[in-house]
Structure formats: C-alpha cells, structure tokens
C-alpha cells in the first residue's frame, strides 16, 4: 500500500528559537554569548521568521503540504517573571491566523528547549515550582490563542536529557559547561542557571511529566477545543551481543514517556536515526554506515521500528512530529524521505494509527550547539540575505501531500 489515510497530516516543522531570531530574553541566547561557549556560532537573526512568518507559510502550502508544526516562545510572551507580553501573543495569534488563511492546520508546541532567562536564573526545570510557571504560562497563552490552535504539544522532546546521557557521539566538555553555567549565572545577575539541555534527567522528568499533565488540563480550559499531547525523541534502539543495556535504556528514557502519552491525546514520535547499545552503553556508528552531518547514521528504518515500539505502548493516536537528515546532499534526503514514508505505509497497513508525517525542518536553521552548520531544511536560507531558495526535496514531500501517495516518481525538482 502507498496510499494514506484520507485526511492525513503533511507538514513541516520549526520552533522558535531555532528561526525567529534574536531571542533575546532566552536563556540560550544567554549561552550563546558566554565565553567559553559549547555553541559553535550565536543564533542572532535565525531565519528572521519573527517577520517573514507570512511568507514562509503561504510558501510551506504552495508546495502542497497542509500543516505547519511550529513553537511559541514562552521567553518572548513571559520576558519578565508574571508578566506577559500582549504584542508577543498578539504576534502568534498573526502566525496563526496565516496558517488558518493558507489552509495549513497549525501543531503548536508550548515549549522548544528554550526558556526564559529569569526561569533559568530560578534553577530551571529542577526546581519544584517549575511546573507552576509553565502551567501559568500555557493557560495565560492558551486563553490568548486557544480559538485559533488545532493541536497542540506541551514539550518538545522533554525525554531528551534522559537520552544525552547515553548517546556517546556528543562529546560535551564538562569544564566549559561549568564555565559557561557560571558566566550565564552572573549575567543575569543570579546564582544560578538551570538550562534545560544541560539539566539532571532524573530530576527533570519527574517535575516535567507532572507540569505535562497539568499543563494538559490548562490547556483544555479554553477556549478552543484542541487535542493536547506530548513529543518525545524515540531513537531505533537495537540491542548488539550479550547482555545488552537496551532495555535499560529504553526503561530510563522512553517508557516513562510513553506512559504519560497513554494518558494523553496523542503521541508525537521524532525519530533521526539507530542507536547500537551494547553491554556498556551505546556504542556509536558502526563502521562503513554512511554518516549525516550530525555524526548520526543514515538509517532511515528507524522510523518504522520506532513506530511500531511506540503503537506496542500507547493506544492514542500517533503523529510522526519530526524525521529528518542534515545533509547537504538533498539526493539523500529525497532518499531519506522516500525509505521513512515506506515504512509508514508499512505500520498503517498493518493497522498501526499514524495520523500525519511533520519532517524537520522546513527552513535550514539554527541548529542548537552546532549553529548553521547543519543542513534540514526543504527550503535553503541564504544567511547574508535570507533568501529562500525550495529544494527539490520540498516539491518531492509537497507531490506526495498532493496525492496523499507515494507515487512512483522521478525526483520532482
Ligand atoms: C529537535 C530539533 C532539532 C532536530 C535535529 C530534534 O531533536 O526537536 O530542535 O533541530 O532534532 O537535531
């Protein structure tokens, strides 16, 4: 079967920090301009999404897809502890509306890694209180928006610091951590600074699966009557020899996840790549698998076997909210797609309830520690001009919206 489901979402997504630009009151722009820094280049104007949001999403819907997966800033609607910013929201309200004028269902995620810079001088998402913020935060910007959102995610891969732990081909140097941690505390003027990527997992996930719920039941006070779910980083984990910690791994970064999806709307699913995990941990890329730009394997498969894990785990509905390579090639991305939407079609025809693929990235961006020099995009940014140059990528995933198939197509360029 090459067909989808009638009504099947085709999109692209961003988030806030890594196109709008100058986000200025985030606690990563703050990192960003520390000395040492782990980040290769500052963010600065990003894609300048923030003004030409417009212009991107009537380009996302001429291509044929008809959702766009975007996140708002809580750094921008909340700049200063309790006080929110009606131009900020007033703003999203703008993205929106575009989304609802080009016939794009909107996927809105309340939080994309950034924070505030005053969240992160209170200890970030350690601290107890933390949830009591971000709920605030969802139910002031859902009573602003609400009428306008489609769907909608609480957090953006929270299992991530879970997954750092294991993944050995990020190799961050513990003393410019500190350093920077240090320098960002006194920046602000606190002491101390609690950054989401760089936090304690365990302590975070406990205090963020319950500001998940919770921030669930804000969310559905209205107005607007959205399903709310959650999008967790799920990796194709395979198991190499004997006594393996797969299991391990898997119980640590994914199973708590997934329960707290079983008790939400849906379940959003980001899958890049395979992990090999042997009896001490991950072992990192086998020899001779091709690479991607971000030292990942090109695998493809990955998608499939993370759907399928994930449909043997929740009963809700499942969005693919994010697959993708980082490649300058845009050969292999077309190839990267083609494999992944294979195996889509594969999960629906054996009765798996996949409702929508979203692939990252619509734009090429800033791509956190790394800066710009990863490759996601279906669409390229020229970054002295910002102009959009489509990719042939895009016009491929675009035909396949179109036709709701994968039609047996030459590449569409
Ligand atoms: C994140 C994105 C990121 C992408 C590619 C996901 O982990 O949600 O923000 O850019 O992967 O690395």
Redesign the pocket.
């Known amino acids: 079967m090459t067909s989808f489901p009638p009504g099947f979402l085709w999109g692209a997504?961003t988030?806030a920090h890594?196109v709008e630009g100058n986000n200025v009151n985030s606690d990563l722009w703050v990192l960003e301009h520390c000395n040492p820094t782990l980040f290769e280049e500052p963010s600065l104007d990003a894609c300048d999404h923030y003004h030409r949001f417009a212009d991107d999403i009537r380009l996302l819907a001429s291509l044929g897809l008809n959702t766009y997966r975007f996140s708002i800033e809580w750094a921008r609607i909340e700049p200063e502890q309790g006080r929110f910013s009606v131009s900020a929201l007033d703003h999203y309200r703008r993205v929106l509306a575009a989304c609802h004028e080009n016939g794009v269902t909107p996927m809105v995620t309340f939080y994309?890694?950034s924070s505030p810079r005053w969240f992160a001088g209170m200890g970030g998402w350690e601290k107890r209180n933390a949830g009591d913020l971000f709920v605030r935060y969802c139910e002031r910007s859902t009573r602003h928006l609400g009428d306008l959102i489609t769907s909608a995610s609480t957090f953006?891969?929270p299992n991530?610091p879970m997954l750092l732990r294991w993944i050995s081909n990020v190799d961050i140097p513990f003393t410019t951590v500190l350093r920077m941690g240090r320098q960002a505390s006194r920046a602000i003027g606190a002491g101390q600074f609690g950054c989401f990527f760089l936090g304690d997992g365990d302590k975070l996930q406990n205090h963020m699966i319950a500001a998940h719920h919770r921030a669930m039941e804000a969310l559905k006070s209205g107005p607007g009557d959205y399903p709310v779910g959650v999008?967790i980083?799920l990796q194709d984990e395979q198991a190499v020899g004997q006594n393996s910690k797969r299991d391990k791994k898997c119980a640590e970064v994914y199973e708590p996840w997934l329960a707290a999806a079983s008790r939400s709307d849906f379940l959003g699913i980001?899958t890049?790549t395979r992990c090999r995990v042997g009896k001490k941990g991950d072992l990192g890329p086998e020899p001779g698998v091709e690479l991607t730009q971000?030292g990942y394997e090109y695998w493809p498969d990955a998608l499939e076997v993370s759907l399928r894990y994930a449909a043997a785990r929740v009963r809700v509905p499942i969005y693919i909210t994010?697959s993708?390579v980082?490649t300058d090639d845009d050969s292999r991305r077309i190839d990267f797609i083609r494999q992944s939407l294979g195996g889509v079609t594969r999960c629906l025809a054996d009765g798996i309830d996949v409702r929508g693929y979203i692939h990252?990235?619509l734009l090429d961006?800033f791509?956190?520690i790394y800066g710009y020099r990863?490759k996601?995009g279906l669409i390229a940014v020229n970054r002295e001009t910002q102009e959009r140059t489509v990719k042939p990528s895009a016009h491929y995933l675009g035909e396949i919206a179109r036709q709701n198939r994968i039609p047996d197509l030459a590449v569409i360029g």
């Open positions: 997504a988030a890594q994309h890694f953006n891969e991530l999008n980083t980001q890049y971000m994010e993708g980082a990252w990235s961006n791509e956190w990863p996601f």
